[in-house]
């Protein structure tokens, strides 16, 4: 009876631990998160419920009373009975009287240790890396930055000082995520320390007269790398900010960040975003989601996580008051003349490296040590290098061959391993396998330092910037003999991807423009190697795509530099001309088009500049999108291009503020004049008013699009009348007056040359078959872009006359009304067009074009609501078995389709062997017809890209993901569904 009395106390015991841990892990998750769900209800009744897990649990209300007045802390408080209930507000009465004062007392502590850290640590920065001794001080030499609000019109981006970050931007509410993006050494770091430290100089006295960070509490500032395996925000803090003396517990820590308004600063994400779960959890708001959190990073590394951030902002380079003034500001720091530093900004071949901060600092170091000027990023950190390798030499007393063979060279392996981890901060464990270690930081590219936490005290060695890194690593690939070098470069990635799945928290995504740094260097010191120049460059040529047709730029494109255009940024690197065996591949690779955006980097156009100076024959074509660019750089470079013999500058994109612009763009880059550029697209959105003077292209303009064309702008139409139009695009214009009706009758009469021809529609402007009988007496009209409706008995009559005479190799039709008399002309001329070979269908129904068999296309679309149900889905499987030539597919699916459709559309596209470019919107993907959707991409061994963009459901699960990730990744392709 003893024994079994023992054990029945035993299990009772076992019972009550159990359920005293699963009440301490339910109080551990409230006090981690706001969020309180239907389970923690539920589980919070049981346990109170329970005398022994009750009593057990009442020391949590100290965890929680940070949160009062929140969900968590209310509900706890209501899973107690009425008496239970007042006996807790009078323990807490008493409690919050004795501990408030002390509550108080932690904060005053915590935040008088961190300014007085953030005032000791960050007064200055050390620019050289070979002098780190030297400090130039914060506040004396700093350039205080401006920067460009991203906003969803990208044309009118704000700029944003430092002191008005914190305010209110797009809405009334004050940001919680905001992102900094920008380029190496462009300036990010320094805007975090700068803001840390401005804080850590207590209050601005209110002279900043407005939200600025001085308006926080607390303002903690971290490395990204400093939160890979903590736990939380706390442990962070105590490990990273605070001295190991500090008498404070994590718990305490955690309830003075949830109590008070705190920013919490993450510099250079794109150092340690990999694996780093609980940054990742701040960014989207699973913990601490109504703190302020300030990121900052390189481009394109949290381009699956914008929309977390409320405020999204670039720094932008130096512009010329912001060198001289960084240039002044450095002399007087170290009490030189600046001149010589003043004279160096005017040299126009080294412009594009002083608009970066840290360029320009190594330009002003380098000017001191030596007056030539390095005009390449390659050189210069190659110059700046030679110096650290001789001043370590003599503080070493070894040649400086002896310091780059014992010292440079197990360093430029250790950055190699550093880099390919995606380091700057190295653990003691790793530097142990490198002998020597000690002596090799003392060259002055790894600064020691000593962390003391609780845990243990620990070595960590810091690069003194990223961009030495990729440097030192490019001096390792350099190094390496051929076979290596190409078989590290052949597994790189050269194509850009991008995979969102929302329902499932799927993000993942790279651009190519990841792989510039390093690869720029390494271009750079391989020139003088021809050879090994031409290998890389003809492997770059070839996986990025540079020799194929570039897709065509839209009246509202925005796109950034892309895979394709990595080859020029790679020239810009070379200090002389391209070397003739490098130039022989490049004329034999030539592209047939080259696009350049208003948003391509200063390398890109640099290397632009390298092309015009082969000798193409014939000129390659180039398309230039200006955008809203006023740059004065921007506005040389198109000049420089058009003067030059080996590069036609075919056709510009501009978006002028008003008409004395317009104006002024017409006439200063000769729109229309021979030898000049001869056609011209029009964003007309903001052009009001008549020009106060004649208006007039050149004669020779050959293209002419107008986007958003506004009836009082008739004028662009009159000076167009009489020009040899070869191309006319109207898109999106506003409801057509009389007036402007009559001056396009004109236009397209007189017009006999006219091969291509947009009507696209707006809400204003749905049906253009007033000017299909124009179309019919064009005998050269090759492509035609219109949206229709009914067709008038004349309009049917024109339009078949277009379609039988057998010319058009690209038809693009819109139709909103489902019209019968316009299916019925199309399906009828389909017998007879052997030379259609691009097909686009807008709002069309292709259930009444059976036909569709009969054609022959390397490209079709059917988009914007084609109504593909099941009937549809088995039309077209059936005819796409019939185009064996088609090299383009994109299909947006309106209506759920069954999976049997589905799967036999997806087998008739895989016999499509030739298909480059598949692409889906608002495709219906459940795990079902995963399998089939593998199927159909390994069999297109053509394919480049894949896009689904806009999941219809949730259909799709993780494990049905899984089968597909391994071939999407490998191929570079992209998802995007919500």
Known sequence: MEDRHKECLLKNRVYMCSEISLSTELFANLTESDVITDEHVEKLQNIMRNDTTKAAVLHFLIELLPKRGSKAFNLFLEALSESQQKHVAERLKQWLSDVCSEDAGTFERLRAELRSHYERRLASIRPMPWLQSICLNLTDVVVERQLKLKTNNKSARRIVTMKNLFTPQETKEIPRRLLIEGNPGIGKSTICQTLAHEWGKQSCGGHCGTVCVHSFDLVLYFHAGDFIDEESVAHAVQKHLLPSDYSITTSELQGVIKAKNVLIIVDAFDEANAGNRTLDRLIQGDILRHKTLLITSRFNFLQNKLAFFESTFTVEGYDKEEQLKHVKRYAEHKNIASAPFESMLKDKSIRDLCSNPLNLTLL?????????????????YTSIHRIIRRKAGERMDLTEAEVEESLLRPLYQFAFEAHQKNETVVREKDSKKV??????????????EVIISRLQKEVRFQFTHKTFVEFLTAKHIAEMDREERMNWMQHLRYADYHIRIHGLAIDDDFKVEQNDPVLVFLFGLLEEESAELTEMASLVIKETRFSSEPHPISSLDFTS????????RLLAELNNVVPPELADVILKRRPPLINIHHYCSASCRRGMLKLCNLRFQPPIPMNVHLGRSRDEEMMSFVQKLIESKNIECSKIWIKPRDHTELWNNVRGFRIGQTNSVQQV???CMDIEGIPCEEFSFGNHLS????????????????????????????TECYKLDDRCISLIHQLLRNQRNLQRVQLTPSPWQRHFGVFLADFAQMENLQSLEISLNDLTDEEK??????????????????????????YSVLNEGFNSMSSLRELHLRHVNIIHLPNLRHLDLINLSLLLYSYLNDDEIAVLSDVLRSWRNLQQLSIHFNVSVAE???????????????LQILHFDH??????????VCRMIESLKELTEFTSMWQRNESLTEEGFKQLESIIKRKGLNIFMD
């Open 681 to 683: 697209s029009i964003d």
């Open 703 to 730: 293209e002419l699009g107008l986007f958003r064309f506004k009836p009082s702008l008739s004028f662009l139409l009159e000076a167009a009348l009489h020009k040899p139009l070869t191309s006319f695009q109207l």
């Open 797 to 822: 009559r024109s339009l078949e006359a277009i379609l039988k005479r057998n010319k058009l190799s690209e038809l693009t039709i819109y139709s909103y009304e489902n019209s019968g008399s316009l």
């Open 364 to 380: 002003c170091l380098l000017r001191e040590e030596d007056t030539q000027l390095r005009i390449t990023r390659t050189a210069l």
């Open 923 to 932: 495709l219906e993907m459940a795990d079902s017809v995963v399998p089939s």
């Open 561 to 568: 530099c892309g895979a394709s255009h990595q080859l020029l």
């Open 435 to 448: 002998e020597n270690f000690q002596r090799i930081c003392e060259v002055g590219y790894l600064t020691n």
């Open 900 to 914: 049997c459709s589905l799967r036999k559309l997806f087998e008739a596209i895989a016999d499509c062997h030739c």
